[in-house]
Nanobody
Framework: QVQLVESGGGLVQAGGSLRLSCAAS????????MGWFRQAPGKEREFVAA????????YYADSVKGRFTISRDNARNTGYLQMNSLKPEDTAVYYC???????????????????WGQGTQVTVSS
């Protein structure tokens, strides 16, 4: 059983930056691919970024490509999402997720990742 806890959300002006962290416990973090998803009010949850268990391959939604960077430190059991050039439309609750299959955290299937964090709010003001 893997527990995920996000942190780093907050209020930032458009054009600013935030770095989200996802701390994992209770399992072998390096066994799992990791992803970030977000859900804005009144909208469906959407895929943001994913990274393989080794960190060697990353995937991004077109809406964040070039602005967001996903990374992980398996020695620290922590994943990250560096968000630059933030826009008001990035406002959402951001969730980290983990699964043995990269395609699941990559939003490539209809299956939900096995493990989820509780979410952290990101608000970008214009």
């Amino acid at each position: 059983q893997v527990q995920l806890v996000e942190s780093g959300g907050g209020l930032v002006q458009a054009g600013g930056s935030l770095r989200l962290s996802c701390a994992a416990s209770g399992g072998t973090f390096s066994n799992y691919a990791m992803g970030w998803f977000r859900q804005a009010p009144g909208k469906e949850r959407e895929f943001v970024a994913a990274i393989t268990w080794s960190g060697g391959i990353t995937y991004y939604a077109d809406s964040v490509k070039g602005r967001f960077t996903i990374s992980r430190d398996n020695a620290r059991n922590t994943g990250y999402l560096q968000m630059n050039s933030l826009k008001p439309e990035d406002t959402a609750v951001y969730y980290c997720a983990a699964d043995l299959q990269t395609r699941v955290v990559g939003g490539k299937t209809s299956s939900d990742p096995e493990y989820w964090g509780q979410g952290t709010q990101v608000t970008v003001s214009s």
